[in-house]
């Protein structure tokens, strides 16, 4: 058998060794940034636990196997959680690659953590999860598109599985997208001019969290200084394009906020959203204008369960992606309030806006609008004015 140990800092140059090899095509253009990386996460995030450590498998003298978590804060009811996030799970390919995986997943769900949550499973790891009694909580692993520009969206579709007239297509799609634009659907066009909204910042989001979460059963929790690292973190991700993030107001009220990132041409994808009862509708809205106006061809969140009318009153429509949303727990109440759909589980709390691929060798879109670099450690870091 393996050898499970916690994972050292001192092990981000075989972790990245592992990585490459695991993952060549992702392979960093430098490897001391990749290592650099590994680190600033895993060991210099602002929830660092040394209750909650990553863990690392040593066969024949290497590390075979990584399960980095990150170690996060929620509530239930009021009630402080621990929860350790899995945010790279990885072996190296052999004839025992399933009996490390196994050893990996036993030792890291056996931690003292009240809640283990990953969101980026593959079918894989999903039926190893079944075997060590973790769930699969199905509202969370569900998506939502909402076709902003349809055909251009179509095309997009087909140009990423290769067809070759996709590209001679695009001006007889825009023309379609122009007419698409007047018809009712679209009508968030004229409506979000109804409200108003400013760049978003780190205290902004403090201030409204309680409006936002309340009712939630489940629910992440922030301070200024975690948030802050967290939207300065998401601001770097640069694969699907610039981070944009708006505070949405009507009269002077704060209504809610939206993050997602927009590039010219492709679907956005929505890091969160989020609102004030009675307000998701009209953030929803903002968002959609918004992400028009960037150029978007289609908009992609996580389904919120709670919002799934609203999000089908605007032709939204959902569908499972490829990856699932696991969670492990022994507290049944924890398990209830996923199951129920109760959860306040958006992207910014799992997985899904780590940097793991180089994305400082991403291309930027031009044509995308630029993100405000927030502060180094600084409480008043935004998720950047785009």
């Known amino acids: 058998m393996a050898r499970v140990r916690e994972m050292r800092a001192d092990d981000a140059p075989a972790a990245v060794a592992l990585f490459e090899r695991v993952y060549p095509q992702h392979r960093w253009g430098s490897r001391a940034a990749c290592e650099a990386y590994f680190r600033e996460v895993l060991f210099a995030n602002p929830w660092r636990d040394p209750a909650l450590p990553s863990w690392v498998a040593e066969e024949d003298g290497r590390i075979a196997g990584l399960y980095a978590m990150m170690p996060r804060r929620m509530r239930l009811h009021g009630r402080a959680l621990r929860v350790a996030v899995g945010c790279q799970f990885m072996v190296d390919a052999g004839p025992r690659r ?55 969206h179509a095309l997009g579709l087909l140009e990423r599985r290769g067809a070759r007239l996709a590209r001679a297509a695009r001006p007889l799609a825009a023309a379609a997208d122009a007419f698409a634009a007047r018809l009712g659907p679209n009508r968030f066009l004229r409506e979000a001019r109804e409200t108003g909204e400013d760049a978003l910042q780190a205290e902004d989001m403090l201030a409204l969290l309680p409006e936002v979460l309340h009712g939630t059963a489940l629910r992440p929790e922030y301070d200024a200084r975690a948030l802050a690292w967290l939207l300065a973190q998401a601001g770097r991700k640069l694969r699907f394009g610039r981070l944009r993030a708006r505070l949405v107001r009507d009269a002077g009220r704060a209504l809610g906020w939206y993050l997602y990132y927009a590039r010219r041409g492709a679907a956005a994808e929505l890091l969160q959203l989020a609102a004030v009862e009675g307000a998701f509708d009209r953030v929803l809205r903002s968002l959609l204008a918004d992400a ?95």
Request: aromatic share 8%; hydrophobic share 45%.
């Open 98 to 152: 399933s009996l490390i995986a196994l050893q990996l997943s036993q030792r890291g769900l056996a931690g003292p953590q009240d809640l283990t949550l990953a969101d980026g499973a593959n079918d894989l790891i999903r039926r190893m999860w079944y075997g060590v009694g973790g769930v699969v909580p199905l509202l969370y692993g569900l998506h939502w598109t909402r076709p902003l520009r349809p055909a251009r």
């Open 292 to 386: 028009w106006r960037a150029g978007a061809s289609a908009v992609r969140g996580r389904l919120d369960p709670r919002y799934a009318q609203e999000l089908s009153q605007r032709h939204c429509w959902c569908r499972w992606d490829g990856t699932w949303t696991l969670a492990h727990t022994r507290d049944p109440a924890i398990a209830a309030a996923l199951h129920a759909g109760e959860a306040f589980l958006s992207r910014l709390e799992g997985e899904w806006w780590l940097r793991f691929l180089d994305e400082d060798a991403a291309a930027p879109d031009p044509a995308a609008p630029s993100v405000r670099r927030p502060a180094p450690g600084g409480a008043r870091a935004a998720a950047g004015a785009p």
